[in-house]
């Protein structure tokens, strides 16, 4: 089919409810695949409070490891959604409309997922609502309300709650033809959710403008999200190197760097197994590329400024954690991985003829800019509490466990889990969406525009 063709409205109905009606020869084995990792990975989680943090690498002074690095890689993740889904929205970006529902849902349960990092991490997972919300009064006994801890559920929390509804707003049109096309229980189910999702001119103008109205409101969790997370390293008192003043903004470049990776190599996986490609087409990668063009840039800037801020400062921690880094070994090899993998393998994507529209280049691009995203986290964090000075002059290394590889890899299958499950039951791109590119396509073809109204099918 030629790219860009405009598409009925049936067609598209019975092209993108194919995850949900009909069943792939490799979904199920996916699904058992995915779940068997995180069964193995859980029981993990369980020996490990049973015996405490002891099988795991951490130690003093290294008390955050694999666990927080992980954490502060998903909630980069899922700065995916916000920035393909609302931020293009208000930009009125065509090309955004095939990736805006798997970028959201990709929001969701990659924030569902950093939550339970935390939380693995204390060992003692039942103590934790104390600290985060301290409920006994009567002991007299109070958590640090100024602690970054107390600051990243709050934020972590609204951030979820928006996207949980910012998603939902999007699917009512989804629930009424899905309503329209299911029987048995599922149609009520899908009735109940398209809440009376009739498709009339009111309808479609209140849908719209609560979608503008929560690309908006959103928009300032996306950037305090991922500002409050960096203010964990940086508020913490003992650890010089982690005091940067630039953190804020490059933990937020960084998110959007890892999290548009991510979102195109999801894209491309469900253009391969769903055969959408009259849906997520090249032009669709090749425009999120470009994006990443450009994100990747400004990330490589931040990096840069980070660098010089510690090095023109002249303190003793600064230039221990750089000599470190860069000098060595084995953390000058990380480091050399991480600045190719992250910023000199992706911006080849300059090249159009070669790699933007050379799926299997793109992909590798991708996957390329989050294994370096994850080390930068990781050659970020641990050097800096390894030449932490605690009561005395021990200086300490960090060596991580199986258990805790384990662990991370549970987390990924997590994710991966959760999207094959809401394939199954929801439409990974949006079919209204996708309906009113083509309507837009059609009209300004002909020179003339047309009512919302006109998505629905009769």
Request: net charge positive; charged share 15%; glycine share 6%.
């Amino acid at each position: 089919m030629q790219e860009g063709r405009v598409l009925p409205p049936a067609q598209i109905n019975k092209d993108l409810l194919t995850s949900i009606l009909t069943t792939p020869k490799w979904y199920w084995p996916a699904v058992g695949v995915c779940s068997f990792i995180v069964l193995i990975a859980s029981i993990v989680v369980g020996y490990m409070i049973n015996k405490g943090l002891g099988i795991t690498g951490l130690n003093r002074p290294v008390m955050w490891g694999f666990f927080i690095t992980n954490f502060v890689f998903w909630i980069g993740i899922s700065h995916a959604g916000v920035m393909l889904s609302a931020i293009l929205r208000l930009a009125k970006a065509e090309w955004r409309r095939p990736a805006s529902r798997a970028a959201e849902v990709l929001t969701i349960f990659s924030l569902m997922t950093a939550m339970t990092m935390p939380i693995i991490h204390t060992g003692r997972p039942w103590r934790i609502l104390y600290w985060v919300f301290p409920y006994d009064f009567a002991r007299g006994i109070f958590p640090n309300i100024r602690s970054p801890l107390v600051w990243d559920p709050s934020a972590i929390l609204t951030y979820l709650t928006s996207s949980v509804l910012f998603v939902f707003i999007a699917l009512i049109p989804d629930f009424g033809i899905l309503r329209d096309n299911t029987t048995g229980i599922r149609k009520k189910v899908y009735t109940m959710l398209a809440m009376g999702w009739q498709g009339n001119v009111r309808q479609w103008k209140l849908q719209i403008v609560a979608g503008v109205l929560l690309s908006a409101l959103i928009l300032p969790v996306f950037v305090s999200v991922h500002s409050i997370v960096s203010w964990d390293f940086g508020m913490a008192v003992s650890v010089k190197a982690w005091h940067s003043t630039i953190f804020a903004p490059y933990f937020v470049v960084g998110a959007v760097h890892s999290g548009v990776s991510a979102v195109v190599f999801v894209l491309i996986l469900l253009r391969w197994a769903y055969g959408w490609q009259d849906y997520i087409r090249k032009e669709h990668v090749e425009a999120l590329c470009r994006l990443l063009i450009v994100v990747a840039t400004g990330w490589f800037y931040y990096f840069c400024m980070e660098i010089i801020f510690g090095i023109y400062g002249r303190e003793a921690d600064e230039i221990a954690i750089r000599t470190l880094q860069f000098a060595t070994y084995p953390w000058n090899i990380i480091m050399i991985i991480f600045i190719v993998t992250t910023y000199f393998l992706p911006i080849c994507l300059w090249s159009r003829k070669i790699w933007r529209r050379n799926l299997y280049l793109v992909s590798a691009a991708c996957i390329s800019v989050n294994i370096g995203m994850w080390l930068e986290r990781y050659i970020l964090f641990i050097p800096g509490q390894i030449n932490k000075q605690v009561f005395t002059f021990t200086w300490a290394s960090y060596t991580p466990s199986v258990f805790e590889g384990i662990i991370v890899l549970g987390t990924f299958a997590l994710v991966t889990l959760f999207l094959l499950l809401f394939s199954k039951v929801m439409p990974l791109i949006p079919l209204y969406d996708i309906k009113e590119g083509d309507i837009l396509k059609t009209e300004i073809q002909v020179g003339r525009r047309t009512v919302p109204a006109t998505f629905r099918e009769d």
